[in-house]
């Protein structure tokens, strides 16, 4: 089993649509999670951070964080076509300088 | 907004060369890193530093090697290119609340 799991897509939707992102861990001792958007050919950016069970919301984006489920998830409303990339989940332990990275999903918006 | 250098964008060289990948921050961040990037795999953790002089391996520091002289400063050696370390590389530095930042990158072509 990875330890950050997601699926590689792509996962496409029409614009304007919700997009929801999924990715599961299999570290209980997780304590930090992370959302990073990359464009193709780009570095990743960070999107969102989560450390706490519940949603965080930031403008369009919304991360949810289920630790007794061992998932977190994005959410992207009102998507669109400059929403497409690879988007990169990645879990940490507390007390630890190491991300581990899922290997992405891709999202296409289509216009 | 911390700015994280990586010297060059684009690299060919040829199998059995000596490789520097230099990268610069200039938040005065502890922590940085070393990964490679490659389809189907994912972000994979090479090296780490976590202060001046101290490093640590990731999960695939074969063939490479690191040197952190200098905070702002981390250097990935590639002792003797071969043509399966052709890859994105990547170098990030860390911010205790606000994540990792990348740079934007160097692709390596080992011919």
């Known amino acids: 089993q990875k330890e950050v799991e997601q699926n590689s897509g792509p996962l496409s939707v029409p614009e304007g649509a919700i997009a929801s992102l999924n990715c599961t861990y299999s570290d209980r001792g997780s304590q930090s999670f992370f959302w990073y958007r990359q464009y193709s050919g780009k570095s990743p950016e960070l999107i969102m951070s989560i450390y706490s069970n519940g949603d965080k919301e930031d403008g369009r984006f919304t991360a949810q964080l289920n630790k007794a489920s061992q998932y977190v998830s994005l959410l992207i409303r009102d998507s669109q076509p400059s929403d497409s990339a690879t988007y990169l989940c990645?879990?940490?332990?507390?007390?630890?300088?190491?991300?581990?990275f899922g290997t992405g999903t891709r999202l296409k918006v289509l216009a | 907004d911390v700015k994280v250098t990586q010297s060059s964008r684009y690299l060919v060289k040829r199998t059995g060369e000596k490789v520097f990948l230099e990268c610069v921050q200039d938040?005065?961040?502890?922590?940085m890193f070393w990964y490679r990037q490659d389809p189907g795999l994912g972000l994979r953790l090479i090296y780490f530093?976590?202060?001046?002089?101290?490093?640590e391996k990731g999960d695939i520091p074969e063939g490479y090697s690191v040197s952190r002289e200098k905070k702002e400063r981390f250097s990935l050696i590639l002792e003797s290119a071969s043509t399966n370390q052709t890859s994105m590389y990547l170098c990030?530095?860390?911010?205790?609340?606000?994540?990792?930042?990348f740079g934007s990158g160097t692709r390596l072509t080992v011919v």
């Open positions: 990030a530095s860390r911010d205790p609340t606000e994540g990792y930042t």
């Open positions: 530093s976590y202060d001046v002089k101290m490093k």
């Open positions: 938040m005065d961040h502890e922590n």
């Open positions: 990645a879990v940490t332990r507390s007390g630890t300088y190491k991300y581990i």
